[in-house]
């Protein structure tokens, strides 16, 4: 059984979150789901795919926001999508404080509406990653966990930092993703603290690092276009 219909059960047992969640019938849940795309226009009226780069970091002295802006600065004359850099510092999400899981939409707070609405309008995201003890810091996974159905059906990419690259917080953050049906394309970023940072702070990346960009690029506005035609 899965998480979701445990805490289902449990909320019919015991307080009021039955009533304020969706109702599903078993049946209906079973029922295979008709999907009638709009092929001639996936993206609802936008020329173009949007897509979200997305901070994670609130450490003062973070290179975060150094790395989100120069990934920016970098895709911001792509012709194929439109692109905006969403910081989450300033949703000042404190940790996840919704009483029930992303999954029911059912939110409380302001700060998870206004993160949902921003998120929404997106049809796939570049996240700005950095690792902390092996795998995604705490900023962007928390800031994760308060989502769901906003992420789902659509692309991601990632641009990492770290020691090796951040690669293994971007496996990780895969796993999250998959959790989130957010398709998450091959093509990664990875930048050294080594070769792609001065005195690890000053971010100069090399030219070869900033070369694989516009392949994940490539790849990720593919799938945002893609995706839109099955939501
Ligand atoms: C709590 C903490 C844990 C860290 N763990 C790792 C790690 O496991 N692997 C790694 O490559 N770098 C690690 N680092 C180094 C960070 O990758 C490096 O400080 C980087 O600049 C952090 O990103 P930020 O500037 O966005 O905070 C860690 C840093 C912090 C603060």
New binding site residues.
Partial sequence: MSWFKIFSRKSKAGHSAASAAPRVSATAAQAPVEVAPDVADPLAGNALPKIAIIT????P?????S?AEWVLAQVAGRTDADVELVDIADFNLPLLDEAYPAAYQNYQNPATKAWSAKVSEFDGYIF?V??????A?PVLTNALSYLNAEFNNKAAGFVS??????A??VEHLRETLSELQLAHVRNQVMFS?FTD?EN??EFKPTEQNAGTLAPMVDQLVLWAKGFATVR
């Fill in positions: 994670g970091a609130s450490r002295g973070s290179v975060n926001s790395v700005v950095h690792e902390y003890n092996h795998t810091g930092y770290g020691s090796m690259g951040g293994r917080a603290l940072f690890f702070s």
